[in-house]
């Protein structure tokens, strides 16, 4: 038999009577200014075609409850978008599953950041930006922004936008070409968000550096670049956070050219163990010794100090969009493992350290990945497992908090706000409560007070019941994955195992 499990019933309610204009919200760098650190639900929402494919299983409000309990402040969620449309456009159901995460993390009391995301979509964004603008990719740009813009074009503040993930020219080098053509789409988007009216009109957007790499972003693209915004103060600029390669991300040794060092695979912090110095993150392959540029304490202070002066200080707040550093379980046991550990602990102290004293947001990439068996092992919060939630590197989490003061993570649970849906200052949604909900699951069978109709995530109807008054639905036989289920202004997804 199939087992089903509920991930969230969404209900409609009526507008408030009235029509409001709609509201002039915060700067971004007022609203910066509460964002705290952050979290990614990585390796989730940005899979093509369906979230779970990778092995998370799809967000809850457990989940993003448990992130603000950690002391996150701030929450990042990569979207895919382009696997999910029909047409040129975005289906209603993926939004409808969308706008049930968001949800989530806004009712948990974080500020959300929702993306379009283009890793595994065949790069149809990310890795085309060449030196002229693609007119299918402008008009992909700006019909996914409009549908998504208004989608949530009523959410308060603590929404936002980001137009991309990590974009990059067609080859390695940036010219001045690549650039003004990453800035025309980043104009697109940002037309189309103003262009749906409402909060959207003066809702926070974020643009990304090239390839979010700092020194790219320094080096080719100044402010001046930028594109232009009807409303002042309201873009933030986003860069990525992975230094040194060789010990946050890389997995071997490698070779990058021909007239370039072997690149050895970094295991420890700083300087942590003199007996391998080729092991150590302050190594440096071409000097042949260690360096202290390199200093996991030294190289972020250096590079988040230019994002302030090139940014923060020009207008535009800057978040560090995904930092992170994986586990070495596969290569490492007994005290090495240890000390490696260690040194990860104080890697993730010093960027949080490094960002908070420049002006920056960090926000920590989780992939979700539990496993002491591979090589990407970036998890910190459980995902795949019971129970959901659960803190899987507190002495982490605990170095991050001490930077904002929080002390010692400890559950104290999070009270819900539910009124982040909003038309100018008056509520214009209230989320029903359980006692209002007449959609529902018992088992196999799904029940309603009309016609009930069963979606996938792109759209496509799986099967449907009844037409008006009592409606049930059964699901046996329905194939393993995420659905949407709605009924009436009702919805319910639910995941099928």
């Known amino acids: 038999m199939a087992r089903l499990g509920v991930f969230g019933i969404v209900c ?29 639900i990585g390796n989730s929402m940005e899979v093509p075609n369906n979230p779970t494919l990778w092995g998370n299983p799809y967000p809850t409000q457990a989940l993003l409850d448990s992130v603000k309990a950690a002391g996150f402040n701030t929450v990042r969620i990569p979207c895919a978008w382009d696997s999910h449309a029909l047409g040129g456009k975005i289906t209603e159901t993926w939004l409808d599953s969308v706008k049930t995460v968001v949800d989530y993390a806004m009712r948990a009391g974080l500020y959300t950041i929702l993306n379009i995301h283009h890793e595994g979509e065949g790069g149809w964004f990310q890795s085309n930006i060449g030196t002229n603008v693609d007119n299918g990719i402008d008009t992909k740009m700006k019909n996914y922004w409009t549908q998504i813009a208004n989608k949530f074009k009523d959410y308060n503040e603590r929404l936002m936008f980001a137009g991309a993930n990590e974009p990059g020219p067609n080859i390695d080098t940036w010219t001045a ?35 979010t790499d700092i020194n790219k972003s320094v080096a080719n693209a100044p402010v001046n670049t930028f594109p232009k915004d009807n409303v002042e103060g309201r873009l933030m600029f986003e860069v990525h956070y992975y230094d040194p390669y060789q010990y946050t991300l890389m997995t071997g040794e490698q070779n990058w050219g021909a007239s370039e060092p072997i690149q050895p695979q970094y295991y420890y ?58 586990v070495r379980t596969p290569e490492l046991n007994g005290s090495d493992l240890t000390l490696h550990k260690n040194g990860r602990v104080q890697w993730h102290k010093d960027v949080v350290s490094a960002a908070k004293q420049y002006g920056l947001t960090p926000i920590l990439w989780d992939m979700g990945n539990e496993s002491d068996s591979g090589y990407d092992n970036m998890a910190y919060i459980r995902r795949q497992s019971s129970p959901v939630g659960k803190i899987l590197e507190t002495d982490v989490i605990n170095a991050m908090r001490s930077v904002y003061n929080l002390g010692n993570y400890e559950n104290k649970g999070v009270t819900h706000v539910e009124d982040f849906i909003t038309e100018g200052n008056t509520t214009a949604l209230k989320v029903a409560t359980s006692a209002t909900v007449k959609f529902t699951r018992d088992g196999n069978t799904l029940y309603g007070s009309g016609k009930i109709s069963l979606y996938d995530l792109k759209g496509n109807l799986i099967r449907s019941a009844g037409k008006v008054g009592n409606t049930k639905m059964d699901l046996q036989g329905i194939h393993q994955g995420v659905y949407i289920a709605k009924c009436g202004g009702q919805m319910m997804q639910i995941q099928i195992r």
Do not use: C
């Open 177 to 211: 070409q690549h650039v003004s053509t990453l800035m025309h789409y980043y104009q697109t988007f940002i037309d189309a968000v103003r262009a749906t009216g409402g909060n959207n009109e003066t809702r926070t957007l974020i643009i990304q550096g090239l390839n």
């Open 12 to 40: 409609g309610a009526a507008l408030l009577a009235g029509t409001v204009s709609a509201a002039t919200l915060p700067t971004a760098k007022e609203v910066q200014a509460n964002m705290g650190m952050g979290f990614n």
């Open 269 to 326: 912090g700083d300087y942590q163990k003199s007996s391998e110095p080729k092991r150590n993150a302050g190594y440096n392959a071409w000097a042949g010794s260690v360096d202290s540029k390199l200093a996991s304490i030294t190289h972020p202070q250096e590079q988040f100090a230019k994002m302030k002066t090139n940014y923060v200080d020009k207008g535009y707040p800057v978040i560090v969009g995904e930092f992170g550093a994986n």
